[in-house]
């Protein structure tokens, strides 16, 4: 993604399920670490969204410190497409990532087909 550069080896998390946006930085940091089992120290990035599924903050380590990137919906109507299940951490790619803030549904995209061989 553009907005969080583009540094190798970068993973995305999100949390499924709604998370207390009250949080910042040190309550999502403590979050990535203890509930989805993530290193934030690694300059992976962790999303969370909130009950209403209209806003999102993604937290991450940046060099020398943690930087919080956040995105509301102004619509009422809107919503972000978020799995609901809370039970485990999800890993999507940096395109998943940008479809979901587009306001895609990154869950039902076409999947890479593989061959062993040509008819």
């Given at each position: ?9 970068m ?27 993530g ?10 969204c909130?009950?209403r599924?209209?806003?999102i ?5 940046d060099?020398?410190g ?22 485990e951490c999800l890993?999507?790619t ?6 979901l803030l587009?306001?895609?549904d ?5 999947g ?8």
């Open positions: 993604m553009m907005f969080f550069g583009n540094r190798r080896g993973r995305i998390f999100l949390r499924p399920g709604p998370t207390d946006m009250r949080k910042s930085i040190n309550g999502l940091t403590a979050a990535a670490q203890t509930s989805m089992g290193e934030p120290y690694s300059g992976n990035l962790y999303a969370f909130n009950r599924r209209n806003l903050k993604i937290v991450y380590w060099r020398n943690f930087c919080l990137w956040l995105k509301r919906l102004e619509k009422k109507k809107d919503k972000f497409i978020w799995p609901k299940t809370p039970e890993e999507i940096s395109e998943q990532l940008g479809w587009r306001g895609l990154f869950r039902r995209a076409h890479e087909l593989h061959y062993s061989r040509v008819i």
